[in-house]
């Protein structure tokens, strides 16, 4: 089903309405409303301090907003807290490395798979013989490129590894909107190009919604730009237009 | 590549010790078997907090006052309402659980010191209700407590033969369980909690149910401790809840070897022996187990066992 980009209809995964959350006298987000189409490829660019990674506190629940709503599947979602919001199907991952460094890369999937089960059916259960665990997780960790470093322990990892798990742990969830916080940032071209492929790999039923300084990562991976400038939408639109835009060049490109 | 058997080897010198309590057992006199008793209690005691601590990365500097609700508890349905230990036992465990979830569903909004801060407040809460409350004989504590009676299988535990046994089996018994739950997949979320919180909560887990669950079990453990200890001593006082107490045992804990369970074990074997050793050859005997305690933690911080672990690590590297 081909989606129209800029209705919000059927196939809107996620819409956000009106948010706003101030630290403060300080405005970090002002009325920031868009939404998520089912598959999109959605970047979201601007400054530093624009205010993408306190959107995406408040998208994943770590912040509540001051006032707004978010709309996930025709739900409001904005009163469910963290782990409300995954099990619902949204789910983040982090700039820094936000890992467990003290595990290995396969026990940190598994961890992942293991967190939205209640106390009492994880107690009942031995580590060591949940086999189909083991082997969604190893099936995870192909798929973001790290099979050949399943035992390693994740302290030990390059950061170009780790950054890959941290696309792994947010895919162990098997979400329907994944929020990926930079990706790329800070890696070497070759580690760049590794996380775009597994980005594009990805099933085309997920929605993707990603923070990106990388302006030509943004226009390798996306189909839709927001660039966002002091908590505000200064741009909606294709990537192509974004880089014609005079006002996005001047706000923000020009910078880069 | 054959990776380190961590487990096993934990589990192999936690029989190991347990035997050796065994030999010492048959071969103890009248002040062994105390001694013993007085050990075995601390380790149980250690382990719960060893949960708490080491696995779900919750430091409590409170953890006396679910020792000495247990003991209390003991105390009071046998010594003053006459109830028969057999049920009063379990019921000191039960209520310290209700009092320890009530708690833990405040306390574990925090953590890090905030969690060690509140702890401690609660704790003394706890100690100033045993201290004033006359029910409970007040600060002069309250004696006359039976033990559990097994006359039934022919088992006198009056008898400080067969009541440190009783202690030992209940500390392998202790050890099994905990280990169980270490091993499980909910060891395995505690662990996560533990290393990064905040990405457990970002991966969809109820961080606060987990560790209220892993407070509540750890409170019920050390209330067991508290209701042999009281039945050890037949006498219970105030001083049980004491955050020094509390202190005592994070200290057994971070000598044997933080969340590795065999090393509370360790830590309770050594912290008992040290003391009854040392402070019969000096006064300053407090001087020496003070010099003991910074020389085990500036080698390297993680306790006797710990140490006697980075070591057969290295060994199997080597070998490999």
Request: glycine share 10%; aromatic share 10%.
């Amino acid at each position: 089903m081909a989606c129209s980009k800029k209705l919000v209809g059927d196939c809107t995964m996620l819409n956000v309405n009106n948010l706003s959350k101030s630290f403060g006298a300080l405005q970090v987000t002002q009325g920031v409303s868009f939404h998520l189409n089912k598959g999109a490829r959605h970047a979201l660019v601007g400054p530093n301090g624009a205010g993408k990674t306190t959107l995406f506190n408040i998208l994943s629940g770590e912040l509540a907003p001051d006032s707004g709503r978010i709309i996930f599947e025709g739900t409001d979602i904005t009163s469910y807290n963290r782990w409300r919001r995954v099990r619902a199907g949204i789910s983040r991952s982090f700039q820094g490395s936000n890992l467990f460094l003290e595990s290995s890369v396969l026990e940190n999937i598994i961890l992942a798979l293991l967190a939205c089960r209640s106390p009492a059916t994880n107690v009942l259960k031995k580590l060591n013989s949940e086999k189909a665990l083991k082997e969604k997780a190893v099936v995870i960790a192909t798929k973001v490129g790290l099979k050949d470093q399943l035992a390693e322990k994740v302290g030990d990892l390059a950061y170009g590894s780790q950054r890959q798990l941290e696309v792994a742990l947010v895919l162990a969830l098997s979400p329907k909107v994944m929020l990926l916080d930079e990706p790329t940032a800070g890696m070497s071209l070759v580690e760049k190009k590794e996380m775009l492929s597994i980005i594009e790999s990805l099933s085309t039923n997920l929605s993707i919604l990603i923070i990106e300084h990388d302006m030509d990562v943004v226009f390798h991976v996306s189909n839709w730009v927001t660039v966002l400038d002091d908590g505000k939408i200064l741009f909606e639109g294709t990537p192509e237009d974004a880089r014609k835009s005079d006002e996005v060049r001047s706000r923000y490109l020009s910078e880069v | 590549m054959q990776n380190f058997p961590e487990q096993q080897l934990r589990d192999a010198v936690a029989i190991i010790v347990i035997c050796i309590g065994l030999l010492v057992w048959f071969n103890a006199g009248f002040f062994g078997h105390e001694l013993l008793a007085q050990i075995a209690i601390l380790a149980i005691f250690a382990m719960s907090l060893d949960l708490l601590a080491g696995y779900s990365g919750q430091v409590s500097l409170g953890h006396a006052a679910f020792f000495g609700t247990g003991a209390y508890g003991t105390a009071a349905l046998t010594a003053i309402w006459g109830w028969p230990l057999s049920v009063a036992m379990p019921i000191s465990i039960i209520i310290t659980a209700g009092l320890a979830f009530c708690v833990a569903i405040f306390a574990v909004r925090l953590s890090g010191i905030f969690f060690l801060m509140v702890t401690l407040a609660i704790g003394e809460v706890f100690h100033s209700f045993f201290f004033r409350v006359r029910v409970f004989g007040g600060d002069d504590g309250l004696g006359g407590i039976p033990r559990l009676d097994l006359g039934a299988i022919g088992i006198d535990l009056l008898s400080p033969i067969s009541f440190s046994m009783f202690t030992l089996i209940t500390v392998a018994l202790v050890y099994w369980g905990l280990s169980y739950i270490s091993r499980s997949s909910f060891g395995a979320v505690i662990s996560g909690i533990r290393q990064n919180e905040s990405r457990m909560a970002a991966l969809g887990c109820k961080v606060r149910s987990y560790k209220v669950w892993t407070f509540t079990v750890a409170a019920c453990l050390a209330a067991l401790a508290g209701s042999l200890s009281a039945q050890h001593d037949g006498f219970v006082s105030p001083d049980l809840l004491s955050w020094t107490a509390s202190g005592e045992v994070l200290i057994v804990v971070i000598v044997g070897g933080m969340s590795s369970l065999v090393g509370p074990i360790i830590g309770a074997v050594v912290v008992v022996l040290l003391a009854h050793y040392v402070s019969g050859l000096t006064n300053y005997w407090m001087f020496f187990m003070g010099l003991f305690f910074v020389a085990v933690v500036l080698a390297g911080g993680q306790g006797i066992y710990g140490l006697f672990e980075k070591t057969c690590r290295r060994l199997h590297n080597v070998k490999r």
